[in-house]
């Protein structure tokens, strides 16, 4: 157990060394976490804040209010976005043509009635990052994605919504990855096949 515990903890550390390397062509680079995360969760809020910090990556989590980001302009100036995240998806295993077994990766994953009340305190916010996506938008299937979501993104009115957790072929209609939102816009930026290859390029959203 020990052994295992310590390639987790080595397989974080190469994957925020990694992060941390892309993150020096920006002024910010935010990470929540999700169901395959094991090692954050079982690290808790605040020293996975704290390990992410060392490596220049913001870590967001869902009992932290929306963080104030600051931005250097090109003209001399500056702005500020507030931005909130969640590693959250929703706890419930299923069997089908893709998967023998029940997932074994359920870091994170609560049900409707815990994502809700516990994300009650997120009233504001221009960028919102959860790894789960809506119900029945963003590739988020009935049943298979947190419904409070939706009222999350109703309630906040984020400029910009990001999203994964749903893997998908590469082929995977671009209009299905895209939505507009209310006060604007919101896409799945997961690049995990159905096999679990890896694909797709940067996304570059203007807010």
């Not at 976490?33 to 910090?53: I, M, V, W």
């Not at 100036?77 to 997932?103: E, F, I, M, Q, Y």
Request: charged share 15%; hydrophobic share 40%.
């Amino acid at each position: 157990a020990s052994l295992l515990q310590a390639q987790q903890v080595l397989d974080v550390k190469q994957a925020l060394g990694w992060l941390c390397e892309q993150a020096k062509h920006f002024q910010h680079a935010v990470l929540v976490g999700g169901n395959h995360d094991y090692t954050l969760q079982r690290l808790g809020p605040t020293e996975s804040a704290k390990l992410c910090g060392h490596f220049g990556v913001h870590y967001l989590h869902g009992d932290a209010h929306p963080a104030l980001l600051h931005f250097a302009e090109s003209g001399g100036g500056s702005r500020a976005l507030l931005v909130w995240g969640s590693g959250s998806s929703l706890d419930k295993a299923s069997l089908g043509a893709t998967r023998a077994v029940p997932s074994g990766n359920a870091s994170f994953q609560v049900d409707d009635a815990a994502f809700g009340a516990n994300t009650r305190h997120v009233e504001r916010a221009d960028v919102v990052v959860c790894h789960s996506p809506p119900e029945g938008m963003l590739l988020g299937k009935s049943g298979h994605a947190l419904g409070t979501i939706n009222a999350l993104l109703a309630r906040v009115g984020p400029k910009a919504f990001i999203c994964g957790h749903m893997h998908n072929s590469p082929s995977t209609p671009q209009q299905d990855r895209v939505a507009w939102l209310p006060h604007g816009v919101g896409m799945n930026a997961c690049v995990t096949s159905t096999w679990n290859s890896l694909y797709g390029c940067p996304i570059v959203i203007d807010i």
